[in-house]
Structure formats: C-alpha cells, structure tokens
C-alpha cells in the first residue's frame, strides 16, 4: 500500500508537467500580450518601443524555452514569481484567496454530501412514490437552476424575511475574515455560496446515489440480507449504502477540484475574493504568468483529488487492492 | 412426524408489462420435522419462487402471493407482520443461496456477515458471536476459523463460500433450512461435498430441509420426499424411491432420462426433453406439458389433470398415468 502511495506521488510528475506545458503553450497561442493589453488596450496611439521596453522588462522577448525554463525553475525553487499585470507576489495574491475558495468548496461539498445522501437513499427506498417524485423534482431543478441565480434569489430572500420579521434587512457581510478570527462572521459570509453551489452539485450525487442504491438493492446479497431478518435499516446502511459509494465518491471529488477554481459567477453575486475572479481578471490581461500558476494549482488540486478518491475505493471495497 | 411446514394451494405471480406470470400455481405440500425434502424442476418452473414465497421474499412489485396458505408450526405465515416475519427469517427459517459468488456481501468480512445474525436475533454480544462464528465454521470444515472471519468473500473458493453460507443459516439453529439450488454454480466434486454436509448437519441438528435442484441425481440420494415442478405446478409427488422407480408422469420420466447415468450402456445416447418450457403468461387450457409430451392424447390439450394417488404417498397429475404406467417405463 505504502508502495503504491508513493508510486502513485511520482507518476504525478510528469502529470503536472505535462499540464504545465499545455498552459505555457495554450496561453501563447492567443494573440496579444499583458504589455498590449496594458499600454494600448484601451486603444490610445502608444509609442512601440514603449511596449517593446515593457516586453523586454518581463522576458517575453526570451526565447520560449527560456521562458518555459524560468516558469519549472520556480516550481522547483516554490518561487511562483510575479504578476505580469499588477507586479505583486503570486504567491501571496493566491494566498489571499485560496483559504476562501477551499472554505467554499469544503462547505459546498459537505452541503452536496449532506442533501444528496440521504435524499438519494430515500428516494431509492421509496421508489416510484410521491416521495421519490418529490425528490427527483427537488433534484431537477438543482440542474436546471443555476447557481448564481438560485445566490441571487437567496440574497433576495435574506433582505426580504429579515425585513418582514425583524425591520431591519440584512445581507451577509462582505469582507471576509478567517473561521479562525470569527467563526460566526466567517460562516455568515460564507454559508450561502456554499447552499447555493452546493445544492446544484448535490443533484447531480442525488440520482447517481438513488441509480446506483437502486442496482444495488437488486443484489443477491441485499436478499441474502433480507433472508437472515435484518431490518431494513440495517441492511440499507450496513449492505447497500457502502456498495453504492464508490460512483458518488468520484462525483465528489472530481466536483471538489472544481469548485476551487470555477465558481465565478457565485463569487461575483456574493461578492467574494476568490480564486474564480482572479482567474477571470488574469486571462483578460493575458497575464501569464498568474494564469499559469492558478491552472496548475487546480490541476495539483484535480490530480489530488483523484488520487485521493482512489483510496477512497480501496478502503470501500476490499476487493480493490493497490500494489 | 407432524408437518412443521404446510404450503396449501400457493399462488405466487407477478404483474409485468407482458401480462401476469403465474410463477407458482397452486402448489400443495408438506415439510416433516427433520425431513428433507426436494423440488425439483427445469428452469423458470417456478421452484424458486415458490421458495422465495415461503419467507415472503418476492420483490412486490412486480410480484406478489395473491392465494393459498403457508402454515410454519403454528404461524400463518402469509398473515404476519413485517416484524414477525422478520423474526422468522434467518432465527427459524434460513435459506442458503444458488449463487455463493454474489449472495455475499463483498465489502463485509465474513465474521460480520456470521456474527450480525447472532447479534439481532440472539442478542448475543461481540465476543459471544464471534465465538459462535468460530464454532460455525469448524462446523461446517472451515479451515483455521478464527482467521477466516477477518477475511472478505472474494479471498475464498466458490465451495467455501458456500460453506459458510450454510454456517450462516445454521447459525440461529433454524428448525427449516430451504437450500436454492445450493451446488448449482459448484464444481462437480464440491457438489457432492456441499450435500453430504448439509445432509449430515440437518439430520444431526435435526433440522428439516427443503432443496430446490433441477438434479434428480441428487433428489434420489439426499431427499427423503421429492416434488417435481413443472409451470409453477406440482406435477408429480412421491418418495424418492417412488419417483425414481416408479415415474408417473411423462416429465419426471423425460427428468430421468435426461441425465446421464453409470449403469447404461456407453453407447446409449441421453433422451432430452425437447422443446421449451411454456410461457408462463400465456398457459392453455390443457396440461402445460402437452406440447412437449410424447404420450399426449387428445384430452390432454383441453382439461388440466388434477393430482392423483397411483398408490400410498405418490401422486401424479397425468391423464394416462394409469393406462401408461408401464409403456413409460418400457420406454425407458
């Protein structure tokens, strides 16, 4: 097991270095850089050796190997370098973000996790009664909602129930402090981009836990259970459940890595600093170097994920072993 | 010997899009205390179903017992309550599964899958059933039991995973153990293996036993009273020796004939039935073997024959069961 863990770390190598590759090449591929987009992007006459100086400033005259040679130096070093756009510490800038992203993607997944489960057993054991209706159609509309729009509505209720039932309309703060400092504050900020992104992700687990505990339910052994006189609690949650997690696990993880970096839109109507923004505002400058680094965090992030939901199955299912 | 079990005129079916399937039709027998009996059969003749009816295991929907009596030492079975049937299930009649390979849960160890029918129906503690684990796969020749519980059903032999199926079923001393074609999915040399044991726990234990088979070899070595099915009907009932020596009806004839046996010429080829068993949706109003049946007459197409004695304990449900008895046996 220890063997396959640490195989399964250096395989990772060459992953990330292929995506590496992709990013540096895929970004240079579209025309215009961050020095255009800078000095004559609001389309102004600007002298071009201005611009010329400002592109020998940041080495994008070098040869691209050379540049492509700074950018996996820096990984090597843990110096993610600079901004092309702003000058700051890349670092520090996703720094200031990330504990954001992760906090909404840790409470958006547990929010998934805790409607999609139960509701997708229910709707399992129940099926084809009102009850499964209801929870299918409660899982529809999380598909068909998007989650910025279902954050908008959220906003809008907050401002009108407060109103009608204490007078005075509240809205979640907006400037964000660590769970650490204010838990209350923190979770008063951030509980509804969770709800909102969480729901919509929970509807996708919803149906893949309903189809698979269905399947499952259809096993020889859930009838072998069934012949010894367990009760049905028992056999749902010690038979069933754990057979039919290996599907929605993935679906977990593989939703994680994405929340971390793709909820744009929700950040923009709850107002968050968040890693989505800053990748939106970096590919609009073409600013290269931040692309960069933020496609590969979430690739580091993805490619965990995966591995992580590997031994997930593993400790599921013993029949799947690593070696 | 008073009957522990009386099926009276079961009918199981089930309601698909196709139209309803008479699985099981009427079926009428009894179980003795400690006895074995066997329902043999082809197929899709209903002898699961008929199993499965017994601890009310039919998955509704699609199917249901729309008729009859099950009668299980005192208790009508049909007219319980969820709960008590559920303390009838596994504490007093255990079933042992056709497919050892899937009737195991595969994420459970099998010290878990053994010790949680002790724990709910006996209450027993952790240490108590684990114990009692240990116990039950000695029992059933398990090698080197205690390491076996901590193992999973895919680190074991089809044959051992059947054992401990049966260990399973034993394990609340069950006075009904109903076995679904239990060496079916086995190697040959395990079949015979996995009969001698259940056939020696049930008459030490005493427990009465109910095999499913479409093997009439194992019918005429290990049953005490045999059933032949055929299109969810009892066709032929009798004792092992009357059914094999004395078949009554052209099917359990045609049964006999279709396995291969040691004592017949090399040279003699097998004498399969031919032709398909009928839909079960769409059943005539004649017997249900009549397409099939070599002494067929023309009555045979319009009326179903009833069961009746051609001598002490034997019953058939054939027209010309009289008048053919010996042609038959000629025939063979």
């Known amino acids: 097991m220890y063997a396959y863990i640490i195989k399964r770390l250096i395989l990772m190598i060459p992953t990330l270095f292929g995506a590496a590759v992709l990013v540096f090449v895929l970004m240079r591929l579209v025309p215009g850089d961050v020095c255009e987009i800078k000095m004559a992007g609001d389309g102004a006459f600007v002298d071009p050796e201005a611009i010329e100086i400002c592109r020998q400033n940041l080495g994008l005259n070098d040869p691209v190997y050379v540049q492509f040679g700074q950018v996996i130096w820096g990984y090597l070093t843990f110096d993610l370098g600079t901004s092309m756009w702003t000058g700051r510490d890349i670092t520090h800038e996703i720094g200031l973000r990330f504990q954001l992203s992760l906090q909404v993607a840790f409470m958006a997944t547990l929010v998934a996790i805790l409607i999609a489960i139960p509701l997708g057993t229910i709707s399992a054991i129940k099926q084809d009664t009102w009850i499964d209706y209801v929870v299918r159609t409660f899982s529809i509309a999380g598909i068909a909602m998007p989650s910025f729009w279902l954050g908008i509505m959220i906003i809008l209720g907050l401002l009108i129930t407060t109103q009608a039932w204490f007078g005075d309309p509240w809205m979640p703060p907006i400037v964000y402090v660590s769970p650490f400092e204010d838990l209350a504050g923190n979770l008063s900020q951030l509980i509804w981009p969770a709800v909102a992104t969480g729901y919509r992700y929970s509807a996708v687990a919803t149906r893949m836990t309903r ?20 009760l049905e609690r028992v056999i749902i949650n010690r038979h069933a459940l754990k057979n039919a997690m290996l599907p929605v696990v993935t679906i977990f993880g593989i939703e994680f890595a994405f929340l971390i970096g793709g909820l744009v839109v929700t950040e923009q109507v709850f107002n968050l600093n968040g890693l989505g923004k800053l990748f939106v505002e970096s590919v609009e400058t073409s600013d290269f170097t931040m692309v960069q680094q933020l496609v590969m965090l979430v690739v580091v992030i993805f490619v965990f994920m995966n591995f992580l939901v590997d031994l997930l199955y593993a400790w599921l299912d013993p029949r799947i072993r690593y070696a | 010997m008073a009957a522990i079990l009386e099926i009276e005129n079961l009918q ?31 197929s899709g003749c209903g002898k699961s179903v008929s199993a499965l009816s017994i601890l009310r295991l039919i998955p509704d929907p699609p199917g249901r017992v729309v008729g009859g009596h099950i009668r299980f030492m005192g208790l009508d079975i049909l007219a319980l309550s969820d709960a008590e049937i559920r303390k009838v299930r596994g504490r007093r ?31 027993m503690g952790r240490e108590a059933s684990n114990a009692r684990a240990v116990e039950l796969l000695g029992m059933v020749g398990i090698s ?32 009904l153990i109903i076995a679904d074609e239990p060496t079916t999915a086995l190697d040959v040399t395990i079949q015979a293996q ?14 009465a036993l109910i095999i499913i088979t479409h093997n009439l070899g194992v019918v005429a070595r290990y049953a005490d009273r045999v059933n032949v099915m055929y299109a969810g009907k009892i066709i032929e009932q009798g004792s092992a020796l009357q059914i094999y020596h004395q078949p009554s009806h052209p099917y359990t004839l045609g049964l006999l004939n279709s396995v291969p046996r040691l004592d017949r010429p090399r040279q003699a080829k097998l004498d399969p039935i031919e032709g398909q068993p009928p839909d079960l949706t769409r059943l005539g109003a004649g017997c249900a073997f009549q397409p099939r049946c070599r002494f067929a007459v023309t009555r045979c197409a319009q009326e179903i024959p009833p069961l009746e004695t051609v001598s002490e304990g034997h019953v058939s449900a054939c027209w010309r069961r009289d008048d053919l008895g010996e042609k038959m046996r000629d025939a063979s």
Not at chain 1, 211 to 230: C, F, I, Q
Not at chain 2, 28 to 42: L, P
Not at chain 2, 108 to 123: A, N
Not at chain 2, 194 to 207: H, N, P, T
């Open chain 1, 211 to 230: 189809s698979t505990l269905l399947e499952v339910l259809r096993e020889d052994y859930v009838r072998t259970a069934r012949a010894k006189g367990l």
């Open chain 2, 12 to 42: 199981t079916q089930f309601f698909t899009s196709a139209g309803t399937v008479r699985a099981v039709d009427g079926i009428t027998y009894s179980v003795n205390h400690g006895e074995t009996v066997a329902i043999v059969g082809e």
């Open chain 2, 93 to 123: 009649i255990a079933m042992v599964f056709q497919e050892p390979m899937t009737s195991l849960n595969p994420v459970l160890t099998i010290g878990r899958q053994l010790t949680e029918t002790l724990e709910h129906h006996l209450g």
């Open chain 2, 144 to 175: 080197d039991p205690q390491r076996r519980l901590a193992q999973y059903p895919h680190h074991l032999s089809g044959g051992m995973r059947q054992r401990v199926m049966i260990a399973m079923a034993l394990s609340c001393e069950p006075e």
């Open chain 2, 194 to 207: 996995i009969l001698e044991l259940m056939r020696d726990l049930s008459k030490r234990l005493g427990v």
